[in-house]
T-cell receptor, first 118, second 114 residues
Framework: AQKITQTQPGMFVQEKEAVTLDCTYD???????LFWYKQPSSGEMIFLIYQGSYDQQNATEGRYSLNFQKARKSANLVISASQLGDSAMYFC???????????????FGGGTRVLVKP | EAQVTQNPRYLITVTGKKLTVTCSQNMNHEYMSWYRQDPGLGLRQIYYSMNVEVTDKGDVPEGYKVSRKEKRNFPLILESPSPNQTSLYFC?????????????FGPGTRLTVL
């Protein structure tokens, strides 16, 4: 089974509207971390937001928020007030504690491409 | 400026011609890692290093070698590249390999093997 699933290969969003990017994960570890990265067309990976499995509140960073539903094993990214510069590929990733011996490995989903329309 | 650098950024080569992609970080990070990115698969870890002289295989290590002789450098070596190694490669580093520290990524190296 895939550890990280992003079911939306691509989506359009109107400028200034909010968009939700889906991410579901699969782990039996009680302790894990969830990350979202943005990859613009230039190719670099930009860290957006982090959510720990024991965090009581959903993470927020500016216009980014993470809708963390632990029982459903989902960690959806919400981008509010979309801007043209938000057009990019977005990746959800997870680090599990059981991989402690294997280092700080991130397991990535396949990504969602977002195109913001003016 | 804190950063991870990779060279070259773009490389076209032929099957069997040994190549090295360099990676360097200036943040005194202990942990470094290499990933490859392929369409629909996201990023997959190739090799990682917890510290100097400590390296280990990730999920897709076949056809690659690494070394970690200095803390700041973590080169990726393809001894005999093949077309299925055509990909976008990222080097990443983080403070250490034990916690949930943010990983900083290099700009990527786009490799084409003909």
């Amino acid at each position: 089974a895939q550890k990280i699933t992003q079911t939306q290969p691509g989506m359009f969003v109107q400028e200034k509207e909010a968009v939700t990017l889906d991410c579901t994960y699969d782990t039996s570890d009680p302790s894990y971390g969830l990350f979202w990265y943005k990859q613009p067309s230039s190719g670099e990976m930009i860290f957006l937001i982090y959510q720990g499995s024991y965090d009581q509140q959903n993470a927020t960073e500016g216009r980014y928020s993470l809708n963390f539903q632990k029982a459903r094993k989902s960690a959806n990214l919400v981008i509010s007030a979309s801007q043209l510069g938000d057009s990019a590929m977005y990746f959800c990733a997870m680090r599990e504690r059981s991989f402690k011996a294997a280092g700080n490995k991130l397991t990535f989903g396949g990504g969602t491409r977002v195109l913001v329309k003016p | 400026e804190a950063q991870v650098t990779q060279n070259p950024r773009y490389l076209i080569t032929v099957t069997g011609k040994k190549l090295t992609v360099t990676c360097s970080q200036n943040m005194n990070h202990e942990y470094m890692s290499w990933y490859r990115q392929d369409p629909g698969l996201g990023l997959r870890q190739i090799y990682y290093s917890m510290n100097v002289e400590v390296t280990d295989k990730g999920d897709v290590p076949e056809g690659y070698k690494v070394s970690r002789k200095e803390k700041r450098n973590f080169p990726l070596i393809l001894e005999s590249p093949s077309p299925n190694q055509t990909s976008l490669y990222f080097c990443a580093s983080s403070l250490d390999g034990a916690g949930y520290n943010e990983q900083f990524f290099g700009p990527g190296t786009r490799l084409t093997v003909l």
